[in-house]
C-alpha cells in the first residue's frame, strides 16, 4: 500500500463514521482487504465494524471512497406459524417471494462498467462480465446511487450449477434493490422500478394476511418441493421488518446429498442444521405414517447414497470432484476467474474453452482433495481420529 493510498483510506474514514486512526488500524488488521488486479479501487470487510456488517465494500471514488453495504443475513422460520406470529406481529399481511437458489451477487456501476461483488465482498470477474450482459445498463446511468441486489441462477455457474429452472446458461434474478447504505426499497416499488428496466426477477408468488399466511405458504412449499426448487422468502412489503425465509425438504435434501459427497469438506454445522429442519418440518405439518416413512426414506437417502458413491468411486481410483461450468463472451475472462479462484485457495482444473457462437464455455474441475485423502487413508486401513 502506497502513502497515497493511506491518507485516501483515511478520508474514508469521515464516510462510515469511523476514526481515521481506526481505519490505517483496521487495515492492518487486515479487516478491511485490498482487492487485486484492476479491481484495486475496492476494499471489502472482512467482518463486522460496528453498523458496517462482513462484506460491504469501499469504494475508491475521486480522493474518497464510498461505502456500499453487505447483504444481511436472513433469519429462518423452523416453526412456519409460530415464526411468522412473532415477527411479523406488528404487520397486517406478507409478500412471499420465491427464494431461488443460485449465487448472491451485488451489482454497481464504476467507471462506466458493471462490477459484481459476491456476499463476501469479493469482485467476481465472471459475475460482472455476465451482470454486463444481463443488466440494462440505463438503470445505473438513472439511478446511480442504487445498488442492485440479485441471485445468479442457472446451469453455468461456478458456485451452486442448478438446472431446475428452465434457465438455459445463467440469468439474474432480481430481489432487492438498495441505497448504498443498504436501505431497500419497498417491495412494490422496487418490482415496478425492476420491471421499467426490463430485469428478470424472482416471482412474487402472493401477499396474505397474516393470519391465514402459514398456511397458504405450506402449499406453495409443497408445490415447490415437488419441482425441487428451494423455498421461500417471506417479506414485510415496507420492507421494515426483516424478511424471513423457509425452505422445502427436497431443498434440504438436495443439499445433503451434495454435502456428504464431499463429506469431509462440508461444514458439519451446514449438515447437521439441515437435519433439524426436517424433523421441526413434519412435526408442524402433522403428518401421517406414510409422510414420516417418505421423508425418512428421503432424508436417509440424501445422507448415504453419495457417501457410497464417493467411497466406491476412490477405490476405483478416482478423485472426488465438483465439475462446474462457465460461459462467457470475452475470452479474457476465463484467465481472470481462474486467477480469483485460485487466490481464494481453490484447487480447480479449467478445460480448454470451447467455442459456441459467440461465446466460449469452460468446464471447471473443482477438486475435493480432502474428502479424496480421508476416503484413501480409511479404505487402505486408518483409523478415524
Ligand atoms: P444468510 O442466511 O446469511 O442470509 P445464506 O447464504 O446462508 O445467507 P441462504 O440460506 O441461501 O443464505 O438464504 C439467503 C439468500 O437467499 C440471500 O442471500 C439471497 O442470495 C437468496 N435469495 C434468493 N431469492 C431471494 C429473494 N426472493 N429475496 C431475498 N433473497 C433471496
Ligand atoms: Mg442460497
Not at 99 to 121: P, Q, W
Not at 203 to 214: K, S
Amino acid at each position: 500500500m502506497n502513502r497515497e493510498n493511506e491518507t485516501d483510506i483515511g478520508k474514508a474514514a469521515e464516510s462510515p463514521g469511523l476514526p481515521p486512526f481506526r481505519f490505517s488500524e483496521l487495515l492492518e488488521k487486515k479487516v478491511i482487504l485490498q482487492d487485486w488486479g484492476e479491481y484495486e479501487d475496492f476494499f471489502r470487510f472482512s467482518s463486522n465494524v460496528g453498523k458496517i456488517d462482513e462484506g460491504s465494500v469501499l469504494v475508491k471514488v475521486g480522493n474518497g471512497f464510498e461505502l456500499i453495504q453487505g447483504f444481511p443475513k436472513i433469519k429462518r422460520a423452523i416453526m412456519l406459524a409460530p415464526a411468522l406470529k412473532n415477527h411479523f406481529k406488528d404487520i397486517y399481511s406478507v409478500a412471499v417471494e420465491e427464494k431461488m437458489n443460485g449465487y448472491n451477487v451485488r451489482v454497481i456501476e464504476h467507471k462506466g462498467e458493471l462490477v459484481a461483488f459476491t456476499r463476501s465482498g469479493h469482485v467476481c470477474p465472471y459475475s460482472s462480465e455476465r451482470s454486463e450482459h444481463l443488466l440494462e445498463h440505463d438503470f445505473f446511468k438513472d439511478y446511480p446511487e442504487y445498488v442492485v441486489y440479485g441471485e445468479m441462477v442457472g446451469p453455468d455457474n461456478p458456485y451452486v450449477p442448478k438446472d431446475i429452472y428452465g434457465v438455459e446458461s445463467l440469468d439474474f434474478f432480481v430481489f432487492d434493490i438498495r441505497s448504498r447504505e443498504g436501505i431497500p426499497l419497498p417491495l412494490h416499488e422496487r418490482r415496478e422500478l425492476a420491471s421499467d428496466y426490463g430485469f428478470t426477477q424472482v416471482e412474487l408468488l402472493g401477499e396474505f394476511e397474516l393470519g391465514e399466511a402459514a398456511d397458504r405458504i405450506r402449499e406453495i412449499i409443497t408445490e415447490l418441493g415437488k419441482k425441487e426448487h428451494e423455498g421461500v422468502i417471506i417479506k414485510d412489503p415496507s420492507m421494515i421488518l426483516q424478511p424471513v425465509k423457509y425452505t422445502t425438504s427436497q431443498t434440504n435434501c438436495a443439499d445433503l446429498r451434495h454435502g456428504f459427497r464431499f463429506y469431509n469438506e462440508s461444514g458439519k454445522d451446514y449438515l447437521f442444521a439441515r437435519v433439524v429442519r426436517e424433523g421441526f418440518q413434519s412435526v408442524e405439518w402433522n403428518e401421517s405414517e406414510e409422510e414420516i416413512k417418505d421423508r425418512c426414506l428421503r432424508l436417509g437417502e440424501s445422507i448415504l447414497r453419495p457417501m457410497r458413491e464417493s467411497i466406491l468411486r476412490v477405490q476405483e481410483g478416482e478423485r472426488i470432484r465438483d465439475d462446474v461450468r462457465i460461459r462467457v463472451k470475452d475470452e479474457s475472462t476465463i484467465d481472470r476467474f481462474r486467477m480469483y479462484l485460485e487466490r481464494l485457495g481453490l484447487d480447480v482444473i479449467f478445460s480448454p474453452p470451447e467455442r459456441i457462437g459467440d461465446e466460449y464455455v469452460v468446464n471447471i474441475r473443482k477438486m475435493n482433495r480432502s474428502t479424496t485423502d480421508k476416503t484413501l487413508g480409511i479404505i487402505e486401513g486408518q483409523l478415524w481420529s
